[in-house]
């Protein structure tokens, strides 16, 4: 889980922005939105609010960097090239200092804290300290190229200084070369999912893999109906296609090509299960309505993160959704909330999104401490 994340100069961010998941002491909401850990008390979900412009996607483009940097930092790829950090441009001292990036979180029953700062030619600060209690105790600590480690809480990285180069953090080359705490570090970081609310698509075969599996389809259905969009429940059907359907598609020059290259394959349809009525308003069977043609943008929508959603709180992982309510009725989006608010529910999921529908500000479903305002001053 994430105790905190903070950035400072990058992109719109000029001085340091803290997402903070400890919970206060206010008495809101303590048995569904409080996840109780280690003697840590961590909210489940954090609303960023503001208009457009006002700053709120750039909060989560810094996540979302933090989150590739260090999955892609050792990789061959980086390494002749310029790190793509952001500083904030609008303030001449600010585009020339490191952009700065730090998370806490809690892995088990250790409790990290982990951070870099980094300008487009090197990283010229590093750190990752760990604690079981309220004492932290560093486990490597770099400044630009000299790295002093802790060998005993970072076992098998040995001569691992050597091998890093100026543009890459230490922590990825470490996992790289089999560093366990690193891997780890680096694989719970990977885990982290981020959606764009505008490019949901990608996502759909989170929902579709599910449905293959009996116990999940069950509850993907149940999620669906009690959405309360009409449908009651949803099929995934393996059309096959044909080469003679796409060869009369196709013109003459390129018929030949088709006809080599093209083996027959199928394509995963869904279907959405609707009543079927007579004239006295009685059900009478079922109707499958094609999903793509024949649904709303925002049943669509539901539909493809809805089984990237149950990943999360069924693994205990981090979800970051940018653009939340695109396309999404506000029923929808406060429905998504009290998933992640539930306290039937019994899951360390974390979801951080980004919204400009007032209607979320519920104190219904969210706590003061859930919710955060985010605002672009006159000077960017």
């Known amino acids: ?37 280690e003697k840590l008390s961590l909210i489940k979900s954090i ?3 503001g208009h457009n412009a006002s700053g709120k996607s750039k909060l989560l483009d810094a996540l979302v960097y933090f989150k590739w940097f260090i999955n892609n930092s050792a ?15 609008l303030n001449e001292a600010n585009a020339k200092r490191p952009s700065f990036f730090e998370m806490s979180f809690v892995i088990g029953k250790l409790k990290y804290r982990y951070g870099f700062e980094a300008d487009k030619e090197s990283i010229s600060k590093e750190w990752l300290l760990e604690s079981k209690a309220t004492k932290e105790y560093p486990v490597f600590l770099r400044i630009n190229q000299k790295i002093e480690v802790d060998y005993k809480r ?30 780890k570090i680096d694989e719970w970081i990977e885990s982290i999912f981020t959606v764009h609310g505008m490019e949901d698509n990608e996502y759909r075969k989170f929902t579709i893999d599910l449905l ?9 259905n149940s ?12 099929d995934v059907v393996d059309i096959p296609i044909k080469v003679e359907d ?21 394509e995963k349809t869904v279907f959405a299960i609707h009543n079927k009525y ?59 909330l009290k998933l992640f608010n539930s306290s039937i529910i019994k899951s360390n999921a974390q979801l951080i999104v980004a919204s400009h529908d007032t209607a979320l500000l519920d104190r219904e479903i969210l706590r003061r401490d859930q919710i955060y305002f985010i605002e672009k001053n006159i000077y960017g």
């Open 154 to 183: 970072f076992g098998n990285s040995e001569d691992l200084e050597k091998r890093t180069r100026k543009n890459a953090l230490f922590l990825s080359v470490a996992s790289q070369w089999n560093v366990s705490k690193a891997q």
């Open 212 to 220: 293959k599996d009996k116990k999940y389809a069950k509850l993907i």
């Open 278 to 336: 007579n004239d006295n308003n009685e059900v009478v069977g079922n109707v499958p309505l094609l999903l793509d043609k024949s649904e709303s943008e925002g049943t669509k929508k539901y539909f493809n993160i809805i089984g990237l959603l149950i990943t999360a709180l069924l693994e205990n992982r981090v979800v970051v959704i940018d653009e939340f309510d695109a396309r999404l009725h506000t029923l929808l989006t406060k429905a998504i």
């Open 246 to 266: 796409i060869i009369k598609r196709v013109p003459d020059e390129l018929k030949d090509f088709f006809k080599k290259g093209f083996k027959e394959r199928s």
């Open 1 to 37: 889980m994430i105790i905190y994340f903070k950035v400072a100069n990058y992109k719109s961010i000029k001085e340091a922005v803290t997402l903070n998941f400890n919970a206060t002491s206010i008495s809101e909401h303590t048995d569904s939105n409080v996840i109780s850990h």
């Open 47 to 49: 609303l960023l609010y």
């Open 75 to 89: 990789t061959e790829k980086q390494s002749s090239e310029q790190i793509d950090v952001e500083p904030f441009e």
């Open 223 to 234: 999620f669906i109906k009690k959405a309360d969009l009409g449908i009651n429940s949803i």
